[in-house]
């Protein structure tokens, strides 16, 4: 099995997101800290291979977010995000 | 309904299977009572966890096959053998069996009704689920978006609610279906036999002109793939919405 086949998307971390923010998260704009693109959450390349998920920016693949989720905590690095940008009330 | 599908904590709650569908010799659909459900936008999934006698727990995202407007909630889940959920939910389910999930979860591979622009839909195997629930929820809604639906399978058995879709295309102008078939093509077979490319995208996406809105959902390969034809004919990567089943899970 290629590294290639195990990419998923931010749609996978969905529900991991919604625990830790209590809201819908892949419509949040995430900007790499690292090349400066902005891409929804949905839209950036996850791996769940690791003991943790490990998100990286489709455009420069730089490490945006890591977030260990164990024994009732919870452990996320957002080093290399930026500015994360999300709409506190749809309405 | 949007608001409460989007916001709050999420909450385990405990579903009642009402019935079972065999879609393919792999594939069935689990209609679900779930007496404390929000609603759901087409698009969004569900977690199912599965707890053995002995505490361990197996959790897996699932998409919800069913229109908004359906009475109940439908997955559809593709029996992967060596997984830990899917072959429990695909073969070991019975009507009456409880199952633990929680959602809707997502909301930005979601399309709503109200959007006006053609829609085009690209399907890898068990990825037709989340764009089922899209044409369903188009169907439900009498939206005028016109919609056209590439959708490539290995074989004819392994195509996922194809008499649906056909009673649907004969029903509504609107609505237009391409198949594919990558594997093996029954005699007669008057669709696509190859893998997805450039000439198909050609043939079946709409003219960029359009300014359709996009959503492909499959194996990730298969996804990476449909929207690199689709920016190289010139799409805007903006229209296009992906989401991936990847080679784990199950």
Known sequence: MQQSDLKLDGNAIAGLLREIFTMEMTNAESTCAGCGTVHAVGAVDVYL??????VRCPACEQVLMRIVHGGGRYWIDLTGTRCLE???DPG | MARAAVLGRLTWQLGEVAELIQETPR??????????????LAGQHVDVRLTAEDGYQAQRSYSIASAPEA???????ERLEDGEVSPYLVG???VG????LRGPIGGYFVWRAGDARPLLLVAGGSGIVPLMAMIRHHAAAGSAAPVRLLYSSRSIEDVI???ELAQLVAGDKRVAVAHTLTRMQPSGWDGYGRRIDGEMVGEVAWPKKDGPAVFVCGPTAFVETASGLLVESGYDPAWIRTERFGATGG
């Open chain 1, 49 to 54: 291979n690791a003991p943790g998920a490990v």
């Open chain 2, 97 to 100: 069996d409880k199952v633990e």
């Open chain 2, 92 to 94: 070991e389910v019975r």
């Open chain 2, 161 to 163: 609610y194809k008499d």
């Open chain 2, 71 to 77: 009475p109940r909630v439908t997955l559809t889940v």
């Open chain 2, 27 to 40: 594939v069935s659909s689990l209609v679900i009572d779930l007496p404390d459900w929000p609603g759901h």
């Open chain 1, 86 to 88: 999300f709409r506190g």
